[in-house]
């Protein structure tokens, strides 16, 4: 099975600073990667996803992410942050042929931007 | 506005109450989910149904207990809960829980707490 580690609990940034939040995986097939959003008070709802092609991948908001499948690792970026990025954000894989019952989430990072 | 949506939106309950919550999808979703999202770990999968069939049920305690009438609602009946149990609980959907590629799309979940 499938696991999903998000390093950082609990980030803290003032506005204008870059984001990179880190998510590694283990798994020893291909994998889909997602990453979710959940901003205070709100569901959560998907930021960007990686299924093949290109390895950076681009979302809603400004965020990236890189898949490189060396490091098994999807972490997702920013180059500037805003205060209404303050959200928890989660990262979550599953096997490319697996079902979308299958998806793994990891514990999540809460990203607090001061204005 | 998610497409799915879940109440009540908070819930206080004894450990002798019975209560129930209710998700609703509006979007032709056939493959309806429960998750456990408890604070500093991962989204916990509780249920699958998919096209009204119970296809996943990941060790849950059976003082949880599903129902799943039609592809558009789904409900998560509660009875002699624990204090543990107090979580968020949210409802996801998706067109089936057998097609990987497409992201789930989550309710604004239910505060659950257990008094």
Not at chain 2, 76 to 84: I, S
């Amino acid at each position: 099975a499938q696991s999903v580690s998000q390093h950082n609990h609990h980030v803290i940034l003032s506005e204008a600073a870059s984001l990179e939040l880190g998510c590694n995986y283990s798994y020893g097939g291909t994998v889909n990667l997602f990453w979710y959003v959940q901003y205070p008070g709100q569901h959560l709802q998907l930021l960007l996803k990686y299924f093949s092609g290109d390895p950076l991948v681009k979302g809603i908001k400004g965020f990236e992410a890189e898949f490189i499948k060396s490091k098994f690792s999807f972490n997702l970026r920013k180059p500037s942050v805003q205060w209404s990025d303050t959200a928890e954000y989660f990262c979550a894989v599953k096997p490319s042929s697996g079902s979308a019952r299958q998806l793994t989430f990891g514990s999540g990072t809460q990203l607090t931007v001061l204005p | 506005e998610t497409g799915v949506t879940q109440t009540p939106r908070h819930l206080v309950m004894g450990m002798t109450n019975k209560k129930s919550l209710k998700c609703e999808q509006h979007l032709g979703h056939n493959a309806m989910y429960w998750y456990k999202q408890s604070a500093k770990k991962p989204l916990e999968l509780m249920f699958v149904y998919n096209f009204k069939e119970q296809t996943e049920n990941n060790s849950v305690p059976s003082r949880f207990s599903p129902e799943c009438p039609n592809s558009s609602h789904l409900f998560l009946h509660l009875h002699t809960l624990q204090p543990e149990d107090s979580a968020l609980y949210l409802c996801a959907s998706s067109p089936w829980a057998g097609q990987g590629n497409s992201p789930l799309h989550f309710g604004n979940g239910t505060r659950l707490t257990v008094t």
